[in-house]
């Protein structure tokens, strides 16, 4: 059994900044891959950032791309998004995956664990 909790979401108005926790507990790994992705009201679940063992090994989609940062401590089994410039159309619900396989990837079905998700509100 693998656990993911979510914190850190919430309201923030444009053009400010959250970071979401990940804390990873039970039959997981530091060297696993772990992603976020993110569902809008109405939308798909969509990819947003991906890291390896390490932080050398990151992924973004484009439309976060030089705004989100995501980073790890695996002395902690935590990952992190750093989520600077928001824009409302960031508001989604924003999950936090683990994958067992060998490298990061943006395709959802490559995760075998997921947490529960958190809010985050961008107003105009």
């Known amino acids: 059994q693998v656990q993911l909790v979510e914190s850190g979401g919430g309201l923030v108005q444009a053009g400010g900044s959250l970071r979401l926790s990940c804390a990873a507990s039970g039959r997981t790994s530091s060297t696993w891959p772990m992603g976020w992705f993110r569902q809008a009201p109405g939308k798909e679940r969509e990819f947003v950032a991906a890291?390896?063992?390490?932080?050398?090994?990151?992924l973004y989609a484009n439309s976060v791309k030089g705004r989100f940062t995501i980073s790890r401590d695996n002395a902690k089994n935590t990952v992190y998004l750093q989520m600077n410039i928001l824009k409302p159309e960031d508001t989604a619900v924003y999950y936090c995956?683990?994958?067992?396989?060998?490298?990061?990837?943006?395709?959802?079905?490559?995760?075998?664990?997921w947490g529960q998700g958190t809010q985050v509100t961008v107003s105009s």
């Open positions: 995956a683990a994958s067992p396989l060998a490298i990061a990837t943006m395709t959802p079905g490559r995760y075998a664990y």
């Open positions: 890291i390896g063992a390490s932080d050398v090994n990151t």
